[in-house]
């Protein structure tokens, strides 16, 4: 894109996630919902912290997660989110900057601590997310960086931010600068628990102000009330312009102007953690849109990126995804 800093600027959750392998019995035991994501409070959190005190700690939340994997494929990028003066804060900036990507957004310096996912992985490579959302979500108005915003060639909002009122309007806030700076509006939905939520919030967010929107299939079937996907789809289609649903082992469809397309998933050896994999869908779909390449040759950006970040533990990725674009041919 032109005269743009930022290829792309994330606005989301600021989160330290905890990843452990358990089995389905340990879930049962501590009355976890299998392959969800559950707000829990500050006091849970240090329960099932103590519970796993093994567990890989790796800064995450998803916004977080796909800025990072824009980075890796080369993108300029950069990052907006709340975290406390702690020493999880002090990871989580540690871990951005280390990965080349700006994150200037001033520390809460008293209240809760910054925002951890515990996230429990059984055998089948399920993940059940406990989030304590602490710092992140005390995220208002006056945090949204104006000028990174209008910036950016694309603003990508996390649809996890949406549970606080100050920070929903710190997310309505930033979709209006960049819309006025002529940007484009991207948003994950998140979760289709996340949905029910906001449904309503949702729909006008997307039929108003929504340029991209990413979904998976679960999502998405939330979001019109309804458990036929053909439905769903082309209710999708009569809402937005550009939107990219992901179907785990099925692919991607994207609709983005006359027929859907149906792209296929990138081929996996063994899936060890989905956790991050919608993220690094959305990431290097991005990137595809950054670089101006046609709508399936984005999906399967997106597809390669996921393909990587399940054949390991942790969200983000360990092999630099503009290796693997540029030994599938898409870039040189």
């Known amino acids: 894109m032109t005269d743009t800093r930022f290829d792309v600027v994330g ?37 099932l912290t103590a519970a796993a005190p093994h567990a890989q700690q790796l800064s995450g939340g998803s916004g977080a997660n796909t800025i990072v994997g824009l980075a890796s494929f080369g993108a300029k990028a950069s990052y ?74 694309i603003l990508y909002l996390e649809g996890y931010l949406f549970d606080q009122e100050p920070a929903k309007k710190a997310f309505v806030h930033a979709s209006e600068i960049a819309k006025a700076a002529g940007r484009k509006v991207s948003l994950t ?25 990413f979904s998976n299939e679960a999502e998405l079937l939330s979001l019109y009330e309804t458990e036929d996907f053909d439905e769903a ?4 289609q009569a809402d937005t312009g550009l939107a990219a649903v992901t179907r785990s082992e099925k692919g991607s469809v994207v609709i983005g102007g006359g027929d859907p397309i149906h792209v296929e998933a990138e081929p996996v050896g ?14 290097g779909f991005l990137f595809g849109l950054s670089r101006d390449l046609p709508l399936p040759t984005c999906a399967k950006l997106g597809h390669i990126a996921a393909a990587e970040v399940i054949s390991h533990y942790g969200p983000r990725p360990e092999t630099p995804y503009a290796d693997l674009a540029k030994k599938a041919g898409i870039i040189t």
């Open 11 to 47: 606005l989301g959750n600021a989160i330290v996630d905890m990843i452990a392998p358990v089995e389905d019995s340990f879930l049962q035991e501590h009355e976890i919902r299998k392959e969800g994501m559950t707000l829990i409070d500050e006091p849970r959190a240090d329960k």
């Open 80 to 153: 907006i989110g709340k975290v406390s003066q702690d020493p999880l804060g002090d990871v989580f900036r540690k871990d951005m900057n280390d990965s080349g990507i700006p994150f200037t957004t001033p520390p809460l310096s008293e209240g809760p601590a910054t925002a951890r996912s515990i996230i429990f992985v059984t055998p089948d490579g399920a993940r059940s997310m406990n989030t304590f959302l602490g710092a992140s979500v005390l995220f208002s108005p006056d945090d949204v960086e104006e000028e990174a915003v209008k910036s950016a060639g």
């Open 189 to 213: 939905l998140s979760d289709n628990f996340c949905v029910e939520r906001h449904r309503a919030s949702f729909l006008h967010l997307i039929r108003n102000h929504v340029d991209i929107l």
């Open 233 to 236: 789809l082309s209710k999708l």
């Open 270 to 283: 063994d899936v060890v953690d989905t956790t991050g994999a919608g993220d690094q869908y959305a990431a």
